[in-house]
């Protein structure tokens, strides 16, 4: 885990700033509905932020929209459950969680986990860049 941080750390950097910008996107328009989704080839995460700016829903994609190469198996799905994403099934879409992001190093910590979820849950080679969606 230690290693995939360390190799992908301009990732964890470029989203610590993009979450940071997502809400005070929000704080600036909060009738807005400001997301941001971050593709790494099939897998993506995305984030919509509360009217409030203060917390996220982190959504990870459903095995539902991924390739049947791509898709997890039950252990993987039990690591996201384990990282406090509810499944589909109780979701609705895809496997969601919220996290608050108020103070400083709860973006870096969102970021850490969405560069564990799409490399090693969803297994992304390590190469695979990284893209960005938004909209405020």
Known sequence: MASLLTARSPDVARLTKELEDLMRRQAENPDGNCYLIVNAGDPYVQFVSDPEGKNVSFEAIANEFLPP???????????????????????????????????DGDFADVAAMSILVLFEIYGTPLDEPLTYERES
Do not use: H, S, W
């Open 69 to 103: 190469e791509r898709r997890l198996d039950q252990e993987r799905i039990a690591a996201l459950v384990a990282l406090g994403f509810e499944p589909p099934e109780a979701t609705g879409v895809n496997f969601l969680t919220y996290r608050d992001l108020v103070e």
